[in-house]
Each structure stands twice: as C-alpha cells, then as structure tokens.
C-alpha cells in the first residue's frame, strides 16, 4: 500500500517540491492521526480521566500509569540520588515542607506519542518486515526518553520557582500575582507546567519523534527504495 502511495506522489506533486515528498508525508501523517486523536479522544472533567468516543477508558491505562510512576521514581530516587524523593500510587512528590505532589495519569505516560508513531511508520514508505521491530524499538526509545524527561522536571521542581517567574508567569499564563498560599501554589504548578506541558513536550514531540523517523528514512526506506529501483 505505501509503495502505491509513494508512486501516486510522485505523479500528482508538481516537480519543484518532489524533493520534499518524504517530509510533506511524514507531516501529513503527523497530521491526520493528531487530528483523529482530537476527534476520538479528550480528558473528562478531570484531567486523568480518558473519554473515548464518549467511554470512560481510564482504567485501561492504570497499569502504564503506575509503571510510569515507578519508573520515575526508581531513576530519580536510586539513581538520581534524591532520597526524600516519595511515591505513594501513581503520586510523585519530593519530602519536603514546600512540594508539589503530582499524579502520573495517562497523558504523561506517552501514549499518545507511541500510539502517533507506531501509526506514522505503519503508513509511511519502507519495508514492511522491518516496521515489525522497528515500531517496537521506537516505542522502546519513546517510553525511556519520556521517563527521562519526567524524572528531568522532577528535579527542576523539587525547589519552588524562582523570584523572576514571577514576572514572566503573569506574562506568559496572564495571572496576576497575589502573595498568599493559594496564589503561591497557583505559580508553582505553572512553574511545573512550563516544563511539563511546553518546553520539554515539544522537544519529545519534535525532537525525538523527528530523529526517529529520520533514521527511518535515511537508513532503512532510502536504501529499500533504490533497492527496488534497481530491481
């Protein structure tokens, strides 16, 4: 099916941007299963629950979840070094009198990403034999790097904001500084999310996605299609 789709490419892409065919899909790709992520799947009333077409499937996801959950707090407590580092469940908190408890749910587990890539190697050009260990391996590489990640923040928070996020915060999320507990607890989960939700989700997103699939391209489709050109 991808070698028809390569083929249809080729005959309808003007000539000046036929260079640039393995991107544009790549992109399309990205593209479509986003959009049919957003159409199928939202969060609930609460952001750990995951409605599918209108089905509460959260506890399908329960034992990533924890597994996460575990896997962060092994890499951060063990190898990290931080022993006042807690679990309790799938909540994750540093032992200390400011600290900021945080539930691993579903979306940070990287379902999304792993389940976006196995289906943009799964409909893009190369040989089918080798997408049957190299969707795993991704996926492999994907969970590590997320966990990575999450234990990375969890570092960066362990003290509470910096003075000068103040400042930016009020910019950045438009609130409005009050000096009380709740504003202060208000300002230390934006100073988690700025991390969590934007910076480092977008390096995983365009980052780490992108080098993975352009070892695809460069080590395995391009030489299977001159293979096959030779042929």
């Given at each position: 099916m991808t ?7 080729d ?9 640039f065919?393995?991107?544009i ?7 479509a299963?986003?959009?049919?992520w957003?159409?199928f799947?939202r969060?609930?009333e609460?952001e750990?629950?995951?409605?599918v ?9 329960d034992?990533l ?7 962060i707090h092994?890499?951060?407590?063990d190898?990290?070094?931080y022993?006042?580092?807690?679990r ?11 600290r900021?408890?945080?539930?691993i749910v579903w979306a940070c587990t ?9 289906f943009?190697?799964a ?15 991704a ?17 960066i ?12 915060n009020?910019w ?11 504003g202060?607890?208000q ?13 480092l ?11 993975l ?12 299609q001159r293979?096959l050109?030779?042929k």
């Amino acid at each position: 099916m991808t070698n028809w789709i390569d083929h249809k490419l080729d005959n309808l892409l003007p000539k000046p941007i036929k260079p640039f065919k393995d991107i544009i899909w790549f992109l399309f790709l990205f593209l479509a299963f986003d959009f049919i992520w957003k159409l199928f799947v939202r969060e609930g009333e609460e952001e750990s629950i995951m409605l599918v077409l209108g089905h509460d499937l959260t506890s399908l996801t329960d034992g990533l979840c924890l597994w996460t959950a575990k896997a962060i707090h092994w890499l951060v407590h063990d190898i990290f070094g931080y022993t006042d580092f807690t679990r309790e469940g799938i909540t994750l908190y540093f032992n200390r009198e400011e600290r900021l408890p945080v539930d691993i749910v579903w979306a940070c587990t990287g379902l999304k990403q792993l389940l976006m890539f196995s289906f943009i190697i799964a409909f893009y050009f190369g040989p089918v034999k080798k997408k049957l260990w190299y969707i795993p391996l991704a996926a492999l590489i994907l969970l590590t790097i997320n966990i990575v990640r999450l234990a990375i923040i969890f570092v960066i928070i362990k003290d509470p904001f910096p003075e000068w996020f103040i400042h930016v915060n009020e910019w950045y999320n438009d609130r409005a500084w009050v000096n009380s507990q709740a504003g202060h607890h208000q300002f230390y989960k934006d100073w988690f999310n700025v991390f969590h939700r934007d910076i480092l989700t977008w390096i995983y997103y365009d980052g780490v996605m992108f080098l993975l699939w352009l070892f695809w391209e460069e080590k395995i489709n391009k030489p299977y299609q001159r293979l096959l050109k030779n042929k």
